[in-house]
């Protein structure tokens, strides 16, 4: 294919990227690479662009320049490339965003029936192997709106997981919920990472960071200000920027 | 004990002097509400006696019996057998039949027209969009009755048929009405409209077929090119079986007016595209209004596991903007129904034109007022007891 890239071995790689809503610029000159496995969780305050640079990753938002290649496929305006991309990256949001409409089993198996051409009967069983993997077989017949916020979410990862996509992406997938029911969203992600998934998670969970991580990122005002692994990132920040925001949200 | 806790005490709420019976809420409420059926009885009551008293008085019969007499009034446009020598029964079902004509054929037109606007109106193409807004801005805000006028007086203002506006020989527009060319009748067009209906038939089992074979190996059939393939070949292939009769019908001129072809009178035309018009700028606000309740959320999901355009519209939008979308069309419909009442100031019998016709002949005002009130109320709660069922086809459990 003409537009591969060698991106070494980076599934996910993204150079010099800069984004603007209209007048305001969301993302400036942002570097990152991603290798395969690699769990990265991307944290930071509110409005620094951490959501736009995951969205951009699979084109829920455009990006004015720089660029983005996934397994070494540049994401453009071609429509082959997006789609193709968003085979291969699973997406999970804050607010579910599960269709209300279909049953889980069937929010499940609409991926699989229409993009990958699966047979219903395979879809059907593929799906409840993921709904056993976040354990809520029981529901399938169930409408989302009937479930619990926790329970939602993981129908949502599972549906995704339906894709058997190589990348999932996490917009501050337990933000939305209630407290008691992080944990049993947090205990399936982490389940995913243990499964080897490369993973790029936005979140304010800093235990998963510390537990799951392999590398945490500090976004600030549209930069990337400081990249680690856990250790470093939360035992001896290099940053000043790093430091407050951890002194903000570590110190209750 | 348990008495204690399980059973309520009794005699607490009911009022133990005249004065707790003064203030009683129950009570209250309970003497309101038959003060109320009281005095709409004695209205109701007073009417009717004042009818019947002035009736009598002027020596007008009252009852329905007059529906029986000689109409003895030309009727300008009929779909069933009508002359002057006919009832007046007669004469109000034609009528009926005009209006039912005129409705449906608006419901069709407003609901293609609104939603392909509506639509437009979301479409994410800047001329389109502005376009589609304008359009829905005037029909929407000029009075339906204007509108039909308006129609009218421009149709009116075409030239008289021996100068009519010649569209080559394939039409004739004019004053008198417009003359279009058609197939001359043979008996293979019964054939081919049967053949039509098979078509869609086979249309539907067709979809049901595709999905079920989805269901099993995978793989999408897109029905959209082989349904229109059954529905419009099948009725072609019979003219083809048929000899392919190629003979057409023209208007040509005769006397003061055309013979041949097909006609549709300008009363027709101009309340047809008044009422649709009005209702299609409605029914695209509707239809934007619709697609726009459906959640950014859903959309982004749905790309998210990389569905086309077409399939997030119809499986992920259309779905759930129907829900939103049914139950104020049902409204729009009944108002067209009851919009075509205009017909009078065009000119176009239709129930209401040929019903004050009648009052004036028989002087039976409140039955023929009566008469066409309850059939218009059937009409409008026959479209919506329709649309409820279609709405709860559409509406989507969620919980």
Known sequence: ?252 | MQDHYHAAPTGRNKPRSLHDLLYSKAIRTTFYQVLMAVAICALGLFLYNNVVDNLTRQNIATGFSFLGQVSNFEIGEKLIPYTPRSTYLNALMVGLVNTLVVSAAGIIIATVVGFMVGIARVSGNWMLERLALTYVEIVRNVPVILQAIFWIVVLRNLPPPKNAFVLGEFGFLTNRGLYFAAPASTPVHFWMWLALAFGIVACIIGTVAARRYREVTGRYVDMLLPGLALILGLPFLVWLVAGAPTEISYPVPKGFNYVGGVSISPEFTALLIGISMYASGFIAEIVRSGIQATPKGQVEAARAIALKPRFIMRYVILPQAMRVIVPPLTSQYVSLIKNSSIAVVVGYPDLVNIGNTMMNQTGQAVEAIAVMMIVYLGISLTASLVMNLFNRFVAIKER
């Open chain 1, 1 to 252: 294919m003409l537009d591969t890239h060698d991106t070494n071995d980076a599934v996910i790689k993204i150079s010099s990227l800069c984004k603007w809503f209209g007048q305001f610029k969301v993302l400036t000159d942002v570097d990152l690479e991603v290798r395969k496995g690699e769990r990265v969780v991307i944290c930071g305050p509110s409005g620094s662009g951490k959501s736009t640079l995951i969205r951009c990753i699979n084109r829920l938002e455009e990006h004015q320049s720089g660029h983005i290649w996934v397994n070494g496929l540049e994401m453009t305006d071609n429509i082959k490339n997006i789609e193709a991309i968003r085979r291969n990256i699973g997406m999970v949001f804050q607010s579910f965003n599960l269709f209300p409409h279909l049953t889980v089993l069937e929010n499940l198996t609409l991926g699989p029936t229409l993009v990958r051409q699966m047979k219903k009967k395979d879809a059907d069983a593929l799906a409840m192997q993921f709904l056993e993997k976040v354990c809520i077989p029981e529901q399938a017949h169930k409408y989302p709106l009937q479930l619990s916020g926790g329970q939602q979410q993981r129908v949502a990862i599972a549906r995704s997981l339906c894709m058997e996509p190589e990348i999932m992406l996490f917009d501050e997938p337990t933000s939305a919920l209630d407290p008691e029911m992080i944990k049993e969203v947090l205990d399936t992600m982490i389940e995913l990472a243990d499964s080897g998934m490369t993973m790029i998670v936005v979140t304010h969970e800093m235990g998963f960071a510390r537990t799951v991580a392999n590398n945490v990122v500090l976004m600030a005002d549209g930069q990337i200000v400081e990249t680690g692994p856990p250790e470093s990132f939360f035992g001896n920040p290099q940053h000043e920027r790093t430091r407050t925001f951890l002194d903000q949200i570590l110190k209750h």
